[in-house]
């Protein structure tokens, strides 16, 4: 197996990240630490590294950006196995191990996600636990976001190779989301529901520092998409998709609610119409999408609560359950579902604990 992480400056978190790959339980791998032409102490730390253990593997080149280092990593690699790992994250002990396991077991799988946590510094730690795990929700769910973290990815390296699937230098700063989309007509996908990478955000990072571009170039990712389901959607129909993606830089208010939802219906036409996907999973997917927009926008108040239920996508057999009593919460105390949902959690293992003792009890 070979791990792959390109650095650019990014000494102050460069030890923690190393580290929390050598102390993985699996331990057959090479560690490939691509030093894109840093001016800090990146390069002498990655020398250090690689004179204390020979898994370490240290390439220093000019500085060419992430993509270049990305394929050059691919290029040189020599495992079955890829896993992908930033300069600033952390992989939990026993994330390798739990993917190359799967991987192993699931020989139909080319890329395996995981769960992850979110933190930084001032924020309190956020458990991110994927909805969707399995191939075709997940081929579904892509259409609307990027379905992985970068850095919590293990991939199967004969599938790229084999299908010519390298990173796009054009996809500047969503050049994995780019490669995803178009692997997903080669190679399976699959997450596994256990947080095993801990993802920092900073202001540093790209995703912070290139929004503009990022937005165009996901703009054209989700025209390629929408012309294989068959639309060809206006541009204040494109926007608002694009922004399914973002809900922080919009106003997500009645109005909104009410683009995503006549959106939502032209699109689940749309599948209805080509096959792409299976009914039930776009259902779900649309549900999943649904829920959470109305979610965001429950801060302001029950109006959400009311857009939320008039919609087709709050109801059976769309939403799951747990989606419309979250909704109904969060309203009522105008906060985002996201701090209300695991109120609702609890409660249903409670309700669903009470009725086991029931049952024991009449047994």
């Given at each position: 197996m070979s791990v792959v992480m390109p650095v650019f400056n990014g000494a102050e978190y460069l030890v923690e990240a190393i580290e929390s790959v050598l102390?993985?339980?699996?331990?057959?791998?090479?560690?490939?630490?691509?030093?894109?032409?840093?001016t800090d102490r990146t390069g002498e730390i990655m020398d250090q590294y690689a004179t204390r253990d020979p898994r370490v593997i240290v390439h220093h080149q000019e500085n060419r950006g992430l993509v270049a280092c990305l394929n050059h990593g691919f290029e040189v690699s020599n495992g079955e196995f890829i896993a992908r790992m930033d300069g600033?994250?952390?992989?939990?002990?026993?994330?390798?191990q739990a993917q190359v396991e799967f991987l192993d077991q699931h020989p139909d799988v080319g890329v395996c996600g995981t769960g992850h946590i979110a933190f930084g510094e001032g924020q309190q730690p956020v458990v991110r636990v994927p909805t969707f795990t399995d191939?075709?929700?997940?081929?579904c769910h892509i259409m609307f976001r990027c379905c992985f973290i970068h850095p919590d990815v293990m991939l199967r390296r004969i599938d790229f190779v084999k299908n010519g699937l390298f990173y796009d230098p054009i996809a500047a700063h969503?050049?994995?989301?780019?490669?995803?989309?178009?692997?997903?007509?080669?190679v399976k996908f699959a997450k596994l529901r256990k947080p095993l990478l801990k993802h920092r955000t900073h202001i540093a990072q790209v995703t912070?520092?290139?929004?503009?571009?990022?937005?165009?170039?996901v703009k054209l990712i989700h025209s390629r998409q929408l012309a294989i389901l068959g639309?060809?959607?206006t541009n204040a129909e494109l926007e608002t998709h694009v922004a399914l993606a973002n809900l922080n830089d919009v106003i997500a208010d009645a109005t909104f609610l009410k683009k995503v939802d006549n959106w939502f219906r032209?699109?689940?036409?749309?599948?209805?119409q080509s096959g792409l996907h299976a009914r039930d999973v776009?259902?779900?997917?649309l549900a999943q999408e649904w829920w959470f927009v109305c979610g965001f926008a429950t801060r302001k108040g029950i109006r959400a609560a009311v857009t939320y239920f008039r919609s087709p996508f709050s109801k059976k057999p769309y939403a799951r359950k747990g989606m419309r009593a979250s909704i109904l919460l969060a309203s009522v105390l105008r906060k985002p579902v996201s701090e209300v949902g695991p109120i609702v959690d609890t409660w249903a293992r409670r309700v669903k604990h009470r009725r086991s003792e029931q049952v024991q009890i009449i047994e």
């Amino acid at each position: 197996m070979s791990v792959v992480m390109p650095v650019f400056n990014g000494a102050e978190y460069l030890v923690e990240a190393i580290e929390s790959v050598l102390d993985q339980s699996f331990r057959e791998f090479e560690l490939l630490l691509i030093n894109d032409g840093s001016t800090d102490r990146t390069g002498e730390i990655m020398d250090q590294y690689a004179t204390r253990d020979p898994r370490v593997i240290v390439h220093h080149q000019e500085n060419r950006g992430l993509v270049a280092c990305l394929n050059h990593g691919f290029e040189v690699s020599n495992g079955e196995f890829i896993a992908r790992m930033d300069g600033d994250d952390i992989s939990l002990p026993e994330r390798f191990q739990a993917q190359v396991e799967f991987l192993d077991q699931h020989p139909d799988v080319g890329v395996c996600g995981t769960g992850h946590i979110a933190f930084g510094e001032g924020q309190q730690p956020v458990v991110r636990v994927p909805t969707f795990t399995d191939h075709d929700h997940l081929a579904c769910h892509i259409m609307f976001r990027c379905c992985f973290i970068h850095p919590d990815v293990m991939l199967r390296r004969i599938d790229f190779v084999k299908n010519g699937l390298f990173y796009d230098p054009i996809a500047a700063h969503v050049e994995d989301y780019d490669l995803w989309v178009r692997a997903v007509k080669y190679v399976k996908f699959a997450k596994l529901r256990k947080p095993l990478l801990k993802h920092r955000t900073h202001i540093a990072q790209v995703t912070q520092r290139h929004r503009p571009i990022i937005h165009e170039n996901v703009k054209l990712i989700h025209s390629r998409q929408l012309a294989i389901l068959g639309l060809n959607p206006t541009n204040a129909e494109l926007e608002t998709h694009v922004a399914l993606a973002n809900l922080n830089d919009v106003i997500a208010d009645a109005t909104f609610l009410k683009k995503v939802d006549n959106w939502f219906r032209k699109l689940e036409a749309a599948n209805s119409q080509s096959g792409l996907h299976a009914r039930d999973v776009m259902a779900s997917v649309l549900a999943q999408e649904w829920w959470f927009v109305c979610g965001f926008a429950t801060r302001k108040g029950i109006r959400a609560a009311v857009t939320y239920f008039r919609s087709p996508f709050s109801k059976k057999p769309y939403a799951r359950k747990g989606m419309r009593a979250s909704i109904l919460l969060a309203s009522v105390l105008r906060k985002p579902v996201s701090e209300v949902g695991p109120i609702v959690d609890t409660w249903a293992r409670r309700v669903k604990h009470r009725r086991s003792e029931q049952v024991q009890i009449i047994e």
